[in-house]
C-alpha cells in the first residue's frame, strides 16, 4: 500500500498494531527494525513476511516486536532472533524472499543462518 494521506499512514499504523498485538509473550522473540532507515530499506515488508510466514506454519509462541534504529542503517532491514538459552542473532540486508529459509532455519530447526548474520550477542 502506497502512502498517500495522513489518513492511510493511520490505517497502516493500526494494522501493524494488530498484528503485532496478537503475537506477544512467546517465548521465542523476533525484533524488526522500524526507524525510518529500516522502513525506507523495506523492513515493513519483511515484517509482514515474518507474521505471514509464522501464521502459515502455525508458529503461535514467537512474539514479534519492533525497535527503532541502533546505528547499523547501512545493513537495514534488520532483523534479531531470540530463542530462549541462546545467543542473540542479528541478521541483516533482510528481505521478504530470505524470510522463510530464516524461520524455517533458525526458529523451527535452530540454525544459524550464517550468510545473513551481522552480529551475535551472549
Same mark, same amino acid.
Given at each position: 500500500?502506497?502512502?498517500?494521506?495522513?489518513?492511510?499512514?493511520?490505517?497502516?499504523?493500526?494494522?501493524?498494531?494488530? !498484528?503485532?498485538?496478537?503475537?506477544?509473550? =512467546?517465548?521465542? &522473540?523476533?525484533?524488526? +527494525?522500524?526507524?525510518?532507515? @529500516?522502513?525506507?530499506?523495506?523492513?515493513?515488508?519483511?515484517?509482514?513476511?515474518?507474521?505471514?510466514?509464522?501464521?502459515?506454519?502455525?508458529?503461535?509462541?514467537?512474539?514479534?516486536?519492533?525497535?527503532?534504529?541502533?546505528?547499523?542503517?547501512?545493513?537495514?532491514? !534488520?532483523?534479531?532472533?531470540?530463542?530462549? =538459552?541462546?545467543? &542473540?542473532?542479528?541478521? +541483516?540486508?533482510?528481505?521478504? @524472499?530470505?524470510?522463510?529459509?530464516?524461520?524455517?532455519?533458525?526458529?523451527?530447526?535452530?540454525?544459524?543462518?550464517?550468510?545473513?548474520?551481522?552480529?551475535?550477542?551472549?
Amino acid at each position: 500500500m502506497k502512502v498517500k494521506s495522513l489518513e492511510d499512514l493511520r490505517k497502516i499504523k493500526e494494522n501493524a498494531k494488530d !498484528l503485532t498485538s496478537a503475537r506477544s509473550g =512467546g517465548a521465542t &522473540r523476533v525484533i524488526v +527494525g522500524m526507524g525510518t532507515c @529500516g522502513i525506507a530499506a523495506g523492513a515493513r515488508e519483511v515484517m509482514t513476511a515474518i507474521l505471514e510466514e509464522l501464521d502459515r506454519r502455525g508458529l503461535r509462541d514467537v512474539a514479534v516486536e519492533t525497535t527503532g534504529c541502533i546505528g547499523m542503517c547501512q545493513k537495514e532491514p !534488520l532483523v534479531d532472533i531470540i530463542r530462549p =538459552g541462546e545467543p &542473540r542473532i542479528t541478521y +541483516g540486508d533482510v528481505s521478504p @524472499g530470505d524470510v522463510p529459509r530464516i524461520i524455517v532455519e533458525h526458529l523451527v530447526n535452530g540454525r544459524v543462518v550464517e550468510d545473513k548474520v551481522i552480529g551475535q550477542t551472549d
